[in-house]
């Protein structure tokens, strides 16, 4: 059984850059499965953001990709997301999760529970 | 960009009674392969999504039959034949042709 687990600050400031990890356990990052970031602002709908393969190939969406880093650790089964420039528009649970290619399904199945991050001074 | 409109933007169901989500996309969702890219989630409050439905109409597993999905090109439904308690959250459809959009979103409430 595949477990995400997010962890990072749970406060940014303005204008700084938010920093967040994935751990994957119970599988590894390195089979042919996209690794995904999604977020949800308090009582909002869902945003996928970006999702790199193992390889380091990478998938952004366009209306973030300029403040958006994401990246891939093989050798600590991990991967994390750098988002640069916050305001408080990016104030959001910040959920990892697993999008299933290798079946060439493309679709969601293992998702960590969230983690909130709050942009404030 | 592909934009996802789902309605009603919220419902409120009688136990026992059918539910039903309209979602349409703002361009076809049928790829050349043959296979159309549309996913159903749920979202329990204080939970992460869990998928219900790929590919359109394909039930993911442990998802009682109770839920079922059907549309083809951009126009999508998804049907609870009978609404139950734990059925309650926020339904949301998705499309993986291009990248990965979500739509809005459906609060689901029980009477």
């Known amino acids: 059984q595949v477990q995400l687990q997010e962890s990072g600050p749970g406060l940014v400031k303005p204008s700084g850059t938010l920093s967040l990890t994935c751990a994957v356990s119970?599988?590894?990052?390195?089979?042919?499965?996209?690794w995904s970031w999604v977020r949800q602002p308090p009582g909002k709908g869902l945003e996928w953001i970006a999702e790199?393969?193992?390889?380091?190939?990478?998938n952004y969406n366009p209306s973030l990709k300029s403040r958006v880093t994401i990246s891939v650790d093989r050798s600590k089964n991990q991967f994390s997301l750098k988002l640069s420039s916050v305001t408080a528009a990016d104030t959001a649970v910040y959920y990892c999760?697993?999008?299933?290619?290798?079946?060439?399904?493309?679709?969601?199945?293992?998702w960590g529970q969230g983690i909130l991050v709050t942009v404030s001074s | 960009d592909i934009v996802m409109t789902q309605t009603p933007l919220s419902l409120s169901v009688t136990p026992g009674q059918p539910a039903s989500i309209s979602c349409k996309s703002s361009q076809s969702l049928l790829h050349s392969d043959g296979k159309t890219y549309l996913y159903w989630y749920l979202q329990k409050p204080g939970q992460p999504p869990q998928l219900l439905i790929y590919e359109v109409s394909n039930r993911f597993s442990g998802v009682p039959d109770r839920f079922s999905g059907s549309g083809s090109g951009t126009d999508f439904t998804l049907k609870i034949s009978r609404v139950e308690a734990e059925d309650v959250g926020v339904y949301y459809c998705m499309q993986s042709l291009q990248l990965r959009t979500f739509s809005q979103g459906t609060k689901v409430e029980i009477k």
């Open positions: 999760a697993r999008l299933e290619v290798a079946t060439l399904r493309y679709y969601f199945d293992y």
């Open positions: 119970g599988g590894s990052i390195s089979n042919n499965n996209w």
């Open positions: 790199i393969l193992h390889s380091g190939n990478t």
